[in-house]
């Protein structure tokens, strides 16, 4: 029904549009695909219409990333025409949000050369912490030391209720703006303190929304005191 509607929107334009330049417009800008299997593929259809007056051709339909393969119109276009555009959003190998472009490019000048899609959803999980685990390595006992993560997050998890505890160890945890603006997350800034006993020491940081648990990241290092002069 939504492939529908978005057909209905762009063949209600086609007026306005009828005496302007060469071009194609697509049914979403951002179009929000939700989850995805793991191991199923998963087919996505974006509705297309030539607008403008004046010869236009389409040189591809390509997407950015070889996980997603793209199926649509080429050559020339006659004026009105109109279609759909087939993604197949191939089995992933990692679970966590993801963004793919669905770029048609066209012989027209830039930056009407391209027009852009953009297709979003998360696989296995909604959230991704990039790296996964923070080795601290070798410590002298009492350290403060600070580290930054990427928290990738899928757009239908909102950010601002993401909370992170920090659970085995001293210090504090908290968000920052996003580093990426491609897809939405947040920037998780780790303080932590080693501790004053010798040996290995481990603790996790837990990243919760509403209480449901979400992800985890794992924290290990070594202290081992000075022995000083022998």
Known sequence: MRYFLAF??????????????????????????????AALERRVVVPWRRTGAGSLRVLAVETDCGCALATGPRGEQAADAAGEI?????????GG?????LIVYTDQRPPRDRVVCRLRGWSESPVEIVPDALDLGLRSP?????????????????????RP?????????????PVRLDLPGRLLRVDVETPQADGRFEGRVLLEQHGRPLGALAITGWVQRDPGPR
């Open 97 to 101: 949000p993801f963004t793919h472009r």
């Open 86 to 94: 087939v993604v197949r959003i191939l089995p992933r190998r990692r």
């Open 165 to 177: 505890r920090l659970a085995g160890l001293r210090g504090s945890v908290r968000l920052l703006p």
């Open 8 to 37: 209905l929107l762009l063949t209600s334009c086609a007026a306005p549009e009828a005496a302007g330049p060469p071009a194609v417009a697509l049914g979403y800008e951002v179009l929000d695909v939700g989850e995805v299997s």
């Open 142 to 162: 009492g350290v403060r030391l600070q580290r930054d993560v990427e928290i990738r997050l899928h757009p239908d998890f909102a950010a601002p209720a993401l």
